[in-house]
């Protein structure tokens, strides 16, 4: 069982940078590949950024390729998102999750492990 905790949310201007962090627990993290979704208020869930297990390969949501970094830390059992240049329209909880011996998917149903979400309010 692993347990993932986001951290770094809080209250941006539009124009910031913004560090999330997601650290694993509880196993291998680097048999995991590793997902960021996010949930604006009244959407659903999306996809913004994906790691594979072994680092190798990522994977960006196209409108956010430019703005978002997703990198690992294998000896820190943690994942980062960075997001560059914040938008309102980034306002969101920000989701990690993990799927073993995953690829660096979009797809929520190759992760079998999530953690609660951080939130990230972004004001004009």
């Known amino acids: 069982q692993v347990q993932l905790v986001e951290s770094g949310g809080g209250l941006a201007q539009a124009g910031d940078s913004l560090r999330l962090s997601c650290a694993a627990s509880g196993g291998d993290f680097n048999n995991y590949a590793i997902g960021w979704f996010r949930q604006a208020p009244g959407k659903e869930r999306k996809f913004v950024a994906a790691?594979?297990?072994?680092?190798?390969?990522?994977y960006y949501q196209d409108p956010e390729k430019g703005r978002f970094t997703i990198s690992r830390d294998n000896a820190k059992s943690t994942a980062y998102l960075q997001v560059n240049r914040l938008k309102p329209e980034d306002t969101a909880v920000y989701y990690c999750a993990a799927g073993l011996y995953g690829s660096s998917s979009q797809y929520e149903t190759n992760y079998e492990y999530w953690g609660q979400g951080t939130q990230v309010t972004v004001s004009s």
């Open positions: 790691i594979s297990w072994s680092g190798g390969s990522t």
